[in-house]
């Protein structure tokens, strides 16, 4: 069994709380990263299961949720829902794992650890950096500001 982990079990619970007031909104969603049907994982068991098949740093998680704010700050009309989140969740973590650490795998291999097949990682990954206007640089001011209020959010200590 996996060990709990502080600051996944902290991402985890704020994003859970806004999908529970966004999943209340009667939106018509027709954006390839929306699913049919909500996944059954829970978004804390989804998160750690990256970081245990992906063994990426602990900053590639704070790194993920700056892209996801910066996502919807300029999409405005995106609205993470159960129906979406995973694999938005996915497309910033591996993006912050290739632009982050020196280690990565292939997208196959990520594809995987993420439930979905080969070919929708890769259109996935293009359409998201497209979204992000491949502006992924993070400055240590920034990330500074993240990493402080998830220790703030979640009385957690980083590494």
Known sequence: MLQSNPLLLTISNILDEIIKE???????????????????????NYLQR???????????????????????????????NSHC????????ILTAIKFQDDDYYKNEYYAKVGGVNLKEINVLEQEFLEYMDYQLFVDEQQYAIYERRLLEFGEIEMP
């Open 50 to 80: 990256i970081a245990k098949y992906t063994h990426c740093s602990e900053q590639c998680f704070v790194i993920a949720l700056i892209y996801l704010d910066r996502l919807q700050e300029k999409h405005t009309y995106l609205v993470l």
């Open 22 to 44: 966004t999943d209340t909104l009667e939106i018509e969603y027709n954006s390839i990263f929306h699913a049919n049907k909500a996944p059954s994982i829970t978004i804390y």
């Open 85 to 92: 989140i995973h694999r938005f969740l996915l497309m910033s």
